[in-house]
């Protein structure tokens, strides 16, 4: 299997199996999300959008934020610990975040397949990705609006490292950058997203999404739009 990275979402990578990570946060809400019960998850870019796919269904609640700021009339903001149990009478999600859902629907637009990562499902989402037989997959870093984040790219590179495949050179540079950490939660504690999260006052947000292969769920997208995707497990 050819491994390819991209730190940034502009970089356009494409591949039958895609990889989505945005550790900090949106891509750790969606995996806890659903091992905590949701039955799916939409992921839109824009606010009105998730507004209108949530008052078309029964049982949905919203989550979302811009710049770490919770979303005004949201049930959630981007935290992964709020969904460490299921809100009684919800069934399914709708999410829209400043990086890392844009990037899912980038990701559909140019993969066949689509998995969404984070450390908390580590080990699962390398299983899933190994069980494709896919020849080439390219994982996918949502970064900081645009630009190269640490914490991403140290998941990126736990991932490569694990698939044991036949790496191109961001790949390798991503394994080295993570090795270059002694845990995990100084990898994705190291950088501007961790630390813009620690402004908002959410720091404990980085010590959960730092906890490894804790959960067995992989999401995948299994319906898509120009203006969202539904991930179910």
Known sequence: MKVKV???PGEELTA???VVIDVLRATSVITQ???AGYKSVTCTGEIEDARELAADEWGVK????RHNVKIEGFDFGNSPREFVSRASDAISLVTTTTNGTRLMLAAARRCETVFVASLLNLHAVCAAIRSTEADEVAIMCAGVEGVFAIDDAYVA????????????DAA???IRLAQSFP???DGIGAG???QNIRDNDLGPDIEFAAAESVVHVVPRIVERSDRWVRLEV
């Open 157 to 168: 590179g736990r991932i490569a490292e694990r698939l044991e495949g036949e790496n191109d």
């Open 16 to 18: 039958p199996v895609g």
């Open 183 to 185: 845990t995990a939660l």
């Open 172 to 174: 390798l540079a991503a």
């Open 6 to 8: 991209g730190f940034t």
């Open 33 to 35: 999300a659903f091992a």
């Open 192 to 194: 501007l997203s961790a």
């Open 62 to 65: 919203l989550a979302g934020e």
